[in-house]
């Protein structure tokens, strides 16, 4: 079991590496309470609870995020794996799981869909202006716009690939 030490700081920060069969708790930090991870970290069959991610308005958010992932913030190919996430909380998005892949200052996000792998979402969102389409895997990386025209796209869809 590994707890937060007074002060601000994620629990455990990772880039690298399993993170296995740990409890995390008691983490207070602008990103990621409980655990920040990226690269090519892997948390797996862990316990994240009473974490906090805290809003500093003085902080450059391009910089730090903040107020993100109270239980956990995952950036670049840093994987979850059954993982049970409860009590966290966050000033701003994704109090116990882990933050939200589409979001964007002001802008929206419609019509969700995971594919069958399970690796990808396609959503549609205005965050450039008008409504396109775009995907991003589930661990936050790759984000890309598969759609660049005028007028509205929307309600992306994964379909079984036909042979």
Do not use: W
């Not at 079991?1 to 920060?13: Q, T, Y």
């Not at 309470?33 to 690269?39: D, L, Q, S, V």
């Amino acid at each position: 079991m590994f707890g937060a030490d007074v002060g601000l700081g994620s629990v455990v920060k990772m880039n690298r590496g399993i993170l296995e069969g740990l409890t995390i708790i008691g983490g207070y930090a602008l990103s990621g309470g409980g655990i920040f991870a990226e690269g090519t970290a892997v948390i797996k069959n862990c316990i994240i609870r009473r974490n906090r991610a805290v809003i500093n308005e003085t902080a450059n958010i391009q910089i730090y995020p903040n107020g993100m992932g109270g239980g956990i913030y995952l950036k670049e190919d840093a994987k979850l794996i059954s993982c049970r996430i409860t009590r966290n909380h966050s000033q701003l998005e994704g109090g116990g799981n882990p933050v939200r892949l589409t979001y964007k200052p002001g802008r929206s996000t419609v019509d969700l869909a995971l594919a069958p792998d399970g690796d990808v979402l396609v959503f549609s969102s205005n965050r450039d202006g008008g409504l396109v389409i775009c995907t991003v895997d589930v661990n936050g990386g790759n984000l890309s716009r598969l759609t660049d025209v005028s007028g509205i796209d929307r309600v992306p869809q994964f379909r079984p690939r036909l042979e």
